[in-house]
């Protein structure tokens, strides 16, 4: 049973499309990270949230405690945005969900 | 600041070899750990530490060990290689679970 499910697993959009990546949980959590890992692995925080909403340049994130859901928008995309996006939980530790690849055409 | 470094970045092992894989952060961040990716998979916590001479494991963590004596340094220990540890293995620190998370550049291990 995954405790953090992401959708959609792959994504392949064209350049200046508005995305949205999905993240629902079904445990209590406290906070909720949005990670990005770069096609060469590494990887950054993009986003820590425990309510509402917040905003980085042209990436959204948001959070609804009650449906247990977060959503991450990316804004005129571009093709750098092309990495896997992952959603991860806090619960004490951090649980993870397996991540959305994301390819943007130009 | 250097963040969080990891040596090595790649490594053969044949099975039933030791070694460490070495994570240092030069943040002061009281909270380090260390996460497996396999494909498929999310990151799995395999041992946690919450700062010096303060260690836990998560939620993979036979076949490894860690010990945590300075704020900076938390080594990974593989006491004796199973292809099954074949993995990325990252590195990460933060003040807290709920505050920014700073990642390693990881190690790649393979496990013969």
């Known amino acids: 049973k995954n405790e953090v499910e992401q959708s959609p697993q792959n994504l392949t959009a064209q350049e200046g499309e508005f995305i949205t990546i999905n993240c629902s949980y079904s445990?209590?959590?406290?906070?909720l990270h949005w990670l990005q890992q770069h096609p060469g692995g590494g990887i950054v925080s993009l986003f820590m949230?425990?309510?509402g909403k917040k905003k980085h340049g042209r990436l959204i994130a948001t959070i609804n405690i009650q449906e247990k859901h977060s959503s991450l928008h990316i804004t005129a995309s571009h093709p750098r945005d092309s990495a896997v996006y992952i959603c991860?939980?806090?619960?004490?530790?951090?649980?993870f969900g397996k991540g959305t690849k994301l390819s943007v055409k130009p | 600041n250097a963040g969080v470094t990891q040596t090595p970045k790649f490594q053969v092992l044949k099975t039933g070899q030791s070694m460490t894989l070495q994570c240092a952060q030069d943040?002061?961040?009281?909270?380090m750990s260390w996460y497996r990716q396999d494909p498929g998979m999310g990151l799995r916590l395999i041992h946690y530490?919450?700062?010096?001479?303060?260690?836990d494991q998560g939620e993979v963590p036979n076949g490894y060990n860690v010990s945590r004596s300075t704020t900076e340094d938390f080594p990974l220990r593989l006491l004796s290689a199973a292809p099954s540890q074949t993995s990325v293995y990252f590195c990460?620190?933060?003040?807290?679970?709920?505050?920014?998370?700073?990642f390693g550049p990881g190690t790649r291990l393979t496990v013969l």
């Open positions: 990460a620190s933060s003040y807290s679970n709920q505050n920014e998370q700073f």
């Open positions: 445990v209590g959590i406290s906070a």
């Open positions: 949230l425990s309510s």
């Open positions: 991860a939980v806090v619960q004490g530790n951090l649980i």
């Open positions: 943040m002061n961040h009281e909270y």
């Open positions: 530490s919450v700062g010096a001479g303060i260690t």
